[in-house]
């Protein structure tokens, strides 16, 4: 948390809350601009970048050691201009030098230290430093001597580095275009995909494990074109531990971060907006395969939690809560056995204490030293029919929800973690699409209308020339959209009118779609860049299709289009989207379960395609019965469209996919047109016919 005590630096000025944290600082930091390169050409200094973001718990660390500290911030002033960049407000800055970073160390992460050149190239690069050396990692006391001696020194070399590791870096970003895709990329995902699951616990890897929800989607839509049964209990299994364990927040609801351990027991605390958007999205759709009930349950928790906590009164979604309260990580979530017994009688918890595994000693582990803290983190080993018939309690889940509405109002009266309160539009973009899903699925209206509201708002939020932004804080939208932007907004609205039918949607995600291509597509090797072609200058300006903590802006655009071009007809979509993909099919190839969103283009394109139009009211009960039907079922590949039956907003859907021009109502009734892999049926008026022809 920001130290209000001093004479504030440059920060002050900022609406970002994590250079807020530093506006107090004796750091003379700088945001990102020319005053800073300017300061450093004229004094002849290298630039000390540091990259964070507010909700990092070794951003926080590395602050109050070294950049709270007069001896370090003294050194710094003298040695540096210090500029301080939340990797959340500007991705495209962060995307750039967190790609020089695992270039040059093999890692990366945050807080991110770069060391540079005053025209920006890099030549030194870490992550989180100590403020002394210890432990075989260099500290800042050291590292600043050090470069201060070679930048006085060796100047000239240093200058030679920072311009090879340019060359590098724009050398491994322009890949150039490669072959189609086929279904043996997909294969090849899948055994990737079985080689690194744990069996044991689920998930990929052993620790720390991140949910990584796009990997389920991919698997869920193998499954559904395959009928591999590997693919679907990978998805199971790993749902299923993840809703048990520690990563996910029992009392409050919603998921943290990603688990410091192989049990999803012990997480990072962080709750970040993208994680419960794809995580919404994940048990939807493992609901709608399975139709088991906790899946179910999960989606309407998390939806819970983010109403409850991440809604802005705007109608937008916040970016995140805190790992820390009160200086510790964790410790708004743990509890004591002791606190415990205050508030529940001895019945009560009892229950609690077999359920979620607390104990006197506690269960809660240091992440460095294994050592038990004598407090709890909730979780469960088995499930709660197991415990209903242990326990000999038919009615266990009525009485957890009583044993969790207490401590969760106990739990309250903590200091709470920081909320990030900067509105993100891709992160909303991702949720708008969850909320979207999840409302055609279950049929909550409160879903819909929280979808529609954020989108309003966005939307609302356009410049003159109906350019969407990145960011808005207490009043005011900063910096241009990237690319995830436009295509998490994209999708979020192609799913909003899909749950809704209202055309204005569907216009508007075809006219965001121009502009992506307008600002960033590479029209000589595909793909699109990350940054607008009006952006400032940076480094270099890259292209990304890894699917990291969330799919990358590439890979959502290649469903996007290909969503598009189905709904609309118009194939020139479908040839951009496979565009996309052979401009990066060299690095797929290599390791095809890191583009597992991609991928989910890939069987989009390849799988059993569906298109559906609907020619009716949309506020008819025969109409909704009808799309319930296609709603209760998995068909990833469909698209929907709606013809109403008021001339002039036919004419408007005309307008939008000429095909449609024919399609008319027959017998008065509201009438569906279904095509299967490239072949029409007949239309129908009858819900047993629809339902036949999805199956």
């Known amino acids: 948390m920001m130290d209000r005590v001093g004479i504030p630096n440059k920060l002050i ?23 800073a390169f300017q300061k450093a050409k004229i004094e002849d200094r290298p630039i000390f970048l540091s990259i964070g973001y507010a909700t990092c718990h070794w951003c926080h660390v590395m602050a109050h050691e070294s950049f709270e500290d007069e001896k370090v911030a003294e050194l710094m002033n003298e040695t540096f201009v210090n500029i301080k960049v939340d990797r959340e407000e500007r991705p495209d800055i962060d995307a750039i030098y967190m790609s020089v970073c695992q270039m040059m160390t093999g890692g990366g992460g945050w807080p991110l230290t770069i060391i540079m050149t005053p025209d920006k190239k890099p030549f030194y690069a870490a992550t989180y430093i100590p403020k002394e050396s210890k432990f075989g990692r260099m500290g800042l006391l050291d590292l600043i001597a050090i470069i201060k001696d ?62 990584s929800p796009h990997n389920f989607l991919f698997l869920l839509r193998y499954y559904n074109r395959t009928k591999n049964k590997q693919a679907l209990d990978m998805v199971r299994k790993s749902l299923d531990e993840m809703l048990l364990g520690g990563i996910f927040d029992h009392i409050g609801y919603g998921f943290h971060r990603y688990s410091t351990d192989r049990f999803w027991r012990l997480p990072h605390f962080e709750k970040m907006l993208y994680d419960q958007a794809m995580l919404i999205m994940a048990y939807t759709e493992g609901y709608l395969v399975t139709k088991k009930d906790d899946y179910k349950y999960t989606v309407e928790k998390i939806i819970d939690y983010i109403l409850r906590v991440m809604k802005s009164k705007e109608g937008g979604f916040f970016s995140a809560e805190d790992a820390d309260s009160e200086g510790e990580e964790g410790k708004f979530y743990v509890w004591s056995i002791k606190e415990i017994r205050e508030v529940l009688n001895k019945e009560e918890s009892d229950i609690i204490e077999k359920v979620y595994n ?93 979808a529609t509201d954020a989108t309003e708002f966005i939307l ?10 990145h960011m808005y804080r207490e009043g005011q939208w900063k910096v241009y959209g990237n690319l995830d932007d436009y295509a998490f907004m994209i999708w979020g609205i192609i799913e ?10 569907l216009e508007t995600a075809l006219k965001l779609s121009e502009d992506a291509f307008k600002y ?3 029209y000589d090797r595909g793909g699109f860049y990350f940054t607008p072609n009006d952006n400032e200058e940076l480094l270099i300006r890259n292209k990304e299709i890894y699917d990291g903590a969330i799919p990358s802006g590439n890979s959502v655009m290649m469903l996007n289009l290909l969503r598009l071009a189905r709904i609309t007809g118009r194939t020139e979509l479908e040839d951009s989207a496979f565009g996309i993909y052979r401009a990066f099919s060299k690095s797929i190839k290599s390791m095809p379960m890191g583009y597992s969103f991609l991928l989910c283009g890939v069987e989009f394109a390849i799988g059993e ?13 025969e109409t909704k019965n009808i799309v319930k039907i296609i709603n209760e079922k998995f068909l990833p590949n469909k698209v929907m469209l709606l013809k109403p039956i008021d001339e002039k907003e036919a004419q408007r859907v005309h307008n939008l996919a000429e095909y449609t021009l024919n399609q008319n109502l027959i017998n008065d009734k509201t009438t569906v047109y279904i095509c299967k ?10 819900p047993e016919e629809v339902k036949r022809l999805i199956n």
């Open 13 to 35: 000025k900022e609406k970002s809350p994590y250079l807020l944290q530093h506006a107090y600082n004796p750091v003379d930091w700088y945001p990102w601009g020319d005053d």
């Open 520 to 522: 960033f597509a590479d």
């Open 609 to 621: 395609g569906l298109e559906i139009v609907i020619v009716g009211d949309k506020s008819a009960n």
């Open 677 to 686: 892999n490239f072949v029409c049926n007949n239309p129908t008026n009858k």
């Open 496 to 505: 909003l009118y899909e749950a809704t039918f209202e055309i204005r949607y």
């Open 150 to 211: 070679k930048w006085e020194k060796e100047k000239t070399k240093i200058i030679k580095s920072a311009d090879d590791i340019t060359e590098s870096i724009k050398t491994f970003s322009n890949e150039g275009p490669g072959e189609d895709f086929n279904k043996e990329i997909s294969d090849s995902a899948l055994n990737q995909f079985i080689s690194s699951f744990d069996e044991k616990y689920g998930g990929f890897g052993r620790a720390p494990k991140f949910p």
């Open 460 to 469: 609302g939020g356009l410049d003159k020339n109906k350019r969407l932004f």
């Open 358 to 450: 607390l104990s006197e000693e506690g269960n809660f582990e240091d992440e460095a030293t294994g050592r038990r803290l004598g407090v709890n983190i909730f979780y469960q080993n088995q499930t709660l029919d197991k415990l209903r018939e242990e326990l000999q309690l038919e009615d266990i889940e009525k009485r957890l929800e009583k044993i969790r509405e207490k401590l969760f109002n106990e739990r309250e009266k903590r200091e709470k973690p920081l909320l990030d309160d900067k509105i993100l539009v891709d992160w909303n973009g991702l949720m708008i699409a969850a909320l979207s899903k999840a409302y055609m699925v279950l049929g909550n209206e409160k879903y819909i209308q929280a």
